[in-house]
T-cell receptor, first 114, second 113 residues
Framework: EAQVTQNPRYLITVTGKKLTVTCSQN?????MSWYRQDPGLGLRQIYY???????DKGDVPEGYKVSRKEKRNFPLILESPSPNQTSLYFC?????????????FGPGTRLLVL | DAKTTQPNSMESNEEEPVHLPCNHS???????IHWYRQLPSQGPEYVIH???SNVNNRMASLAIAEDRKSSTLILHRATLRDAAVYYC??????????????FGQGTELSVKP
């Protein structure tokens, strides 16, 4: 089954404690993105990657890092989480080469930073 | 990026058709019209997309106005599982920011049994 998986699904942590949210897709997609969703602000792109070792900032990259060492994985790293990073996070992937390409989203990771 | 305008909410009865409108008066000639939906506690899900002609798939139909300034997502028989927020999104000619999707507020569809 074609899917994007994220782990963990729920996470409670404390300010400053480094954490990683994993994202994996099994569709051999070139493009992957991270979004965060906040009430009243909708979904906003954090980082994106167009292929292995190619990443760039989205609209709200501050406080986040990413890496793309393998095509299927795109982890989101919070080196020193702060309460304003409490949010619902989604990973997405899609195939390159067509503006009509459907984007596939993971189930989300709900993060609470105390 | 061109903007879209959707009603904040709509109601439907189960097993009746639903027409979800979207206005995009500043659409450019190369923008695709995409629809996604987000069910409660889930990630967004692709529904359908089109450029100029009406489109059908197993989930829905997309009717695009002749001048392309508006479109309508049609669910032919709404079920309780169709209750979700529906987003109308324009995708431009180039992969701006890796194909970033710009989600507006969407239309929250409720379905009554």
């Amino acid at each position: 089954e074609a899917q994007v998986t994220q782990n963990p699904r729920y996470l409670i942590t404390v300010t400053g404690k480094k954490l990683t949210v994993t994202c994996s897709q099994n569709m051999n997609h070139e493009y992957m993105s991270w979004y965060r969703q906040d009430p009243g602000l909708g979904l906003r792109q954090i980082y994106y990657s167009m292929n292995v070792e190619v990443t760039d900032k989205g609209d709200v990259p501050e406080g986040y890092k990413v890496s793309r060492k393998e095509k299927r994985n795109f982890p989101l790293i919070l080196e020193s989480p702060s309460p304003n990073q409490t949010s619902l996070y989604f990973c997405a992937s899609h195939k390159a080469g067509a503006r009509g390409a459907a984007q596939y989203f993971g189930p989300g990771t709900r993060l609470l930073v105390l | 990026d061109a903007k879209t305008t959707q009603p904040n909410s709509m109601e439907s009865n189960e097993e009746e058709p639903v027409h979800l409108p979207c206005n995009h008066s500043t659409i450019s000639g190369t923008d695709y019209i995409h629809w996604y939906r987000q069910l409660p506690s889930q990630g967004p899900e692709y529904v359908i997309h089109g450029l100029t002609s009406n489109v059908n798939n197993r989930m829905a139909s997309l009717a695009i106005a002749e001048d392309r300034k508006s479109s309508t997502l049609i669910l032919h028989r709404a079920t309780l599982r169709d209750a979700a927020v529906y987003y109308c999104i324009l995708r431009g000619a180039f992969y701006n920011q890796g194909g970033k999707l710009i989600f507006g507020q969407g239309t929250e569809l409720s379905v009554k049994p």
